[in-house]
């Protein structure tokens, strides 16, 4: 009985332990919803993108994925994002869907515009890039490398022969 009064204890000091862990690690890397004011992007492409994904400017994080879903009208899909209330965007900024890397996550990049109109909560992204279908990409550079095996090349041409030397020359 004593054994597993005692056993109980330390495995309930293993779960706050982690739980304390858990909340500095989740607390201190920023992850979570960000505050502030939302903007709205229409993408052809999201693929690696979801609810919780980071909004990217210069490498910092300045927002979050709120929402996704499909546009009905024109079968985009419509990204809402939350931005940082101190972070102001140029109207004529635009964003793309970007990796961390070949096996890395995806996360939405910003590239500031030069307006001097900031964007408003509501606002729509113009200019939108988005992701990149890297196995087919791959795939259609492997495929692609070979040439076309179906194609008849004619042969290079024979070079001419060196016009021969006059008798009794001798080169």
Do not use: C, H
């Not at 000091?13 to 858990?22: H, L, M």
């Not at 979801?50 to 709120?66: E, F, H, P, Q, W």
């Not at 990049?109 to 606002?123: E, H, I, K, R, Y």
Request: charged residues 20%; glycine residues 12%.
């Amino acid at each position: 009985m004593q054994n597993g009064f005692v056993e109980t204890l330390i495995g309930a000091a293993v779960v706050v332990v982690a739980a304390v862990f858990f909340y500095y690690g989740w607390n201190t890397t920023g992850s979570g919803a960000v505050a502030g004011y939302e903007l709205v992007a229409k993408f052809d492409r999201v693929d690696g993108i979801s609810v919780g994904t980071d909004v990217r400017m210069s490498g910092i994080k300045i927002g979050t994925v709120t929402s996704q879903e499909l546009d009905q009208e024109t079968y985009r899909a419509l990204v809402r994002m939350n931005i940082k209330n101190d972070v102001l965007l140029p109207e004529d900024s635009s964003i793309k869907v970007a990796s961390e890397g070949l096996l890395g996550g995806a996360y939405l990049a910003v590239s500031p515009g030069g307006s001097d109109t900031m964007l408003v909560a509501g606002a729509e992204f113009e200019t939108t890039q988005g992701s990149i279908d890297f196995v087919g990409l791959l795939g259609q550079a492997i495929f692609s490398a070979g040439g076309d095996d179906k194609k008849e090349t004619a042969p290079a041409p024979m070079p001419e022969p060196a016009p021969a030397a006059p008798a009794g020359v001798t080169p």
